[in-house]
């Protein structure tokens, strides 16, 4: 088992190369280059950082959301790219799961939240219990504020994980005193996180077409929202059979 993963769902572009249960190399970088412009020499440079060629991989690993419209289609297309010439199989990954596997720590709840602009997140909440990360609450997007202000109410420690924390959170919102934000290293996504995911669904023999999988948005993208307003008679219309 030699995967290659990637994340690109937020501002953070992350590549990992791992074997079974073991990273060999990982490249994790927050700027103001796009992902377009860093992802490709990313995946060269972690390759040749782990003595891995290409041509060695048994399987691409990819975070597919929710996040960044822009970031996902970008990784979800490298992904779908390399695993379709590479003739092996592709894997989707949760953004918010793989950021709760960070923090295995029994005992609390690792809220995730990733900017979904306009004071809102995407967000969905965990628990490990018996070595298993277990969804607590279902992602869905919610006001900001609201997520805080909820999870003073728990009768439990919670650990807020997610460039929504970094953005509009740590330093700017007073949070309940059962509430806290996880270290700077490990607030943000990693794709060694999205590896280790990964590779148990691809050694249960599990995976995804690469002709079907699409990234998980949640919500509509603002563009498409504006050209409905703009044009609402057409976007009225059914589509043609």
């Known amino acids: ?23 060999l190399s990982e490249l994790t970088m927050q700027g103001k280059l796009t992902h377009s412009e ?24 990819v975070s ?4 960044s419209f822009t970031g996902l289609r970008i990784g979800l297309a490298a992904a779908k790219a390399m695993s379709y010439v590479l003739g092996v199989p592709l894997v989707g990954v949760s953004t918010l799961q793989a950021m709760a596997y960070q923090l ?17 997140a995407y967000v969905e909440s965990y628990k490990w219990e018996n070595n298993i990360l277990q969804v607590v609450e279902a992602v869905k997007v919610a006001k900001i504020s609201d ?30 005193a059962n509430v806290s934000t996880a270290m700077p290293h490990l607030v943000m996504p990693r794709a ?8 148990q669904r691809l050694l249960a023999g599990d995976a995804d077409n690469v002709m079907d999988l699409e990234p998980v948005y949640i919500r509509r993208s603002e563009a498409e929202v504006l050209w409905e307003k703009r044009h609402p008679e ?3 219309v059914p589509p043609r059979p």
């Open 104 to 120: 295995p720590v029994p005992g609390v709840r690792l809220m995730c939240l990733l900017d979904a602009q306009k004071g809102n």
């Open 1 to 23: 088992m030699l995967v290659l993963a990637i994340d690109t769902a937020t501002q953070v572009s992350s590549v990992a190369v791992a074997s079974e249960g073991r990273l």
């Open 234 to 236: 057409e976007a009225s």
């Open 38 to 61: 860093t992802l490709l020499p990313h995946i060269e440079q972690v390759l040749k950082m782990a003595a891995v060629d290409k041509s060695q991989l048994t399987g691409i690993v």
């Open 147 to 176: 997520i805080v202000a909820g999870c003073g109410q728990l009768a439990e420690q919670v650990i807020l994980l997610g460039d929504a924390v970094q953005k509009k959170i740590a330093g700017k919102i007073e949070l309940p």
């Open 64 to 67: 597919n959301g929710p996040g």
């Open 192 to 199: 060694a996180c999205v590896a280790m995911l990964g590779q």
